[in-house]
């Protein structure tokens, strides 16, 4: 026998803080990218254009990133957990 109840544990509680953390992960983590490729070009006087190169590759980074993490945080969540494995 199985026991249901050890599968949904996930609260809706729960459900809102990884929203929640996905959220504040994306936007610190794109920003981050996005800066630090202003700042680079900036650094190295490189121009406008170069700027929004390493910007664009800034976001596509950190784009890249949130979708490793998204990936990681469904992968791990408990309640999605029992919902993978067959019933029976």
């Known amino acids: 026998m199985t026991d249901q109840t050890s599968h949904s ?6 459900r809102v803080t990884l929203v929640s953390a996905v959220i ?5 983590t794109i920003t981050a ?4 490729g202003w700042a680079i070009a900036g650094f190295l ?12 590759a800034g976001l596509c980074l950190g784009v ?3 979708v490793a ?17 067959p019933q029976g």
């Open 9 to 14: 544990i996930q609260t809706p509680l729960a």
């Open 24 to 28: 504040l992960i994306a936007a610190q």
């Open 33 to 36: 990218a996005v800066a630090g």
């Open 45 to 56: 006087g490189l121009g406008e254009y170069f700027a929004w190169g390493f910007e664009a």
């Open 64 to 66: 890249w990133a949130v």
């Open 69 to 85: 993490f998204v990936r990681s945080a469904l992968k791990n969540d408990p309640g999605r957990r029992g919902a993978e494995q």
